[in-house]
């Protein structure tokens, strides 16, 4: 769960409590009425507002995580908003796609979902995009710190997607197909050639 989810855990934390002691302080102060119907009315409202904003603060924390895992790639970069960017020659010398997967395991494993972001290069054209929907894992390895140890994914789905230009400079993405696990991923990459090199 990344910081932003953890915040918004938080957050829906809050409103509960404000609506429960808003709740009790309308009884306890004879506020409510089972005489006047409008009093049954208003807690109902407030539950129902008290609902939808946990639903939205929730639904939101999710997409917000859901774009900060994408990673784009090019022919000669691989870019993603929190890690930043490398030349794709020093992430994948052999340009296999096994190893850019496991490069992309390990960069979802160890993000933070914090709020700056990483410029992309100037040059930068990506051609496809890695989004995943769902990215769930746990780390193995005693005695050595977190970023020492291995990540095992639990579960992994997503998307991958072509990127093509338009007259105007504007982004068109094309869904090449989904992935429910590293190895349909790394299936598709090659399917697809997106590490082929001109």
């Known amino acids: ?24 302080y309308y009884i306890a102060n004879g506020l409510y009425q089972r005489i006047h119907p409008l009093d049954a009315v ?7 507002v008290a609902a939808v904003l946990l639903v939205v603060f929730r639904a939101r924390a999710l997409s917000r995580e859901e774009v900060v895992r994408r990673i784009y790639l090019s022919k000669d970069w691989v870019y993603n908003f929190e890690i930043g960017y490398a030349p794709l020659e020093e992430v994948v010398p052999d340009r296999d796609s096994y190893e850019i997967v496991m490069f992309a395991a390990d960069a979802l494993a160890r993000m933070s979902y914090g709020f700056d972001v990483a410029h992309a ?7 496809h995009m890695l989004s995943s929907m769902v990215f769930k894992f746990h780390l193995v390895g005693e005695d050595v710190d977190d970023e020492d140890k291995s990540v095992v994914i639990d579960q992994w789905k997503g998307t991958l997607q072509s990127i093509s230009r338009t007259e105007t400079d504007d982004y068109t993405y094309k869904s090449i197909g989904s992935f429910s696990n590293a190895k349909e991923l790394a299936r598709l990459l090659d399917a697809n050639d997106v590490l082929k090199k001109d």
Request: hydrophobic share 70%; glycine share 2%.
């Open 1 to 24: 769960m990344g910081n932003q989810v953890k915040a918004a855990v938080a957050i829906e934390a809050v409103v509960l409590v404000i609506a429960f002691a808003f709740t009790i």
């Open 42 to 48: 208003l807690v109902i409202l407030w539950v129902i």
């Open 121 to 127: 290069p100037e040059d930068f054209k990506p051609t």
